[in-house]
């Protein structure tokens, strides 16, 4: 299954975490070959679980890059963290930066 068969199902779940520069440096070297944090990753997991419910993907955000970041977009840190969240949905969801292919 993928992203899109959430269309399909009563139930679906995303998770979300918020993480440290660190955390999210870790992750981001680990599985995508980038030796710095960034703000939002997102993980397609695309499965339905044994309960029918049908588990989207994992949003992870860095609430550091999000302090860093909230001024320069006119946000406070938790306008800037939620939209960090509607970011990776977005990606979970299939849309992408236009550069990437």
């Given at each position: 299954?993928?992203?899109?068969?959430?269309?399909?199902?009563?139930?679906?779940?995303?998770?979300?975490?918020?993480?440290?520069?660190?955390?999210?440096?870790?992750?981001?070297?680990?599985?995508l070959g980038?030796?710095?944090?960034?703000?939002?990753?997102?993980?397609?997991?695309?499965?339905?679980?044994?309960?029918?419910?049908?588990?989207?993907?994992?949003?992870?955000?860095?609430?550091?890059?999000?302090?860093?970041?909230?001024?320069?977009?006119?946000?406070?840190?938790?306008?800037?963290?939620?939209?960090?969240?509607?970011?990776?949905?977005?990606?979970?969801?299939?849309?992408?930066?236009?550069?990437?292919?």
């Amino acid at each position: 299954m993928n992203a899109k068969d959430f269309l399909n199902q009563k139930k679906v779940y995303v998770s979300v975490t918020v993480v440290s520069d660190k955390e999210m440096k870790d992750l981001n070297k680990k599985y995508l070959g980038r030796d710095y944090p960034t703000d939002v990753l997102s993980f397609e997991i695309g499965e339905l679980q044994d309960d029918g419910a049908f588990y989207l993907g994992d949003i992870v955000v860095n609430k550091e890059q999000a302090q860093r970041q909230a001024s320069s977009y006119d946000n406070d840190v938790e306008k800037e963290i939620a939209e960090l969240v509607e970011h990776g949905m977005l990606h979970l969801l299939g849309v992408h930066h236009e550069e990437e292919k």
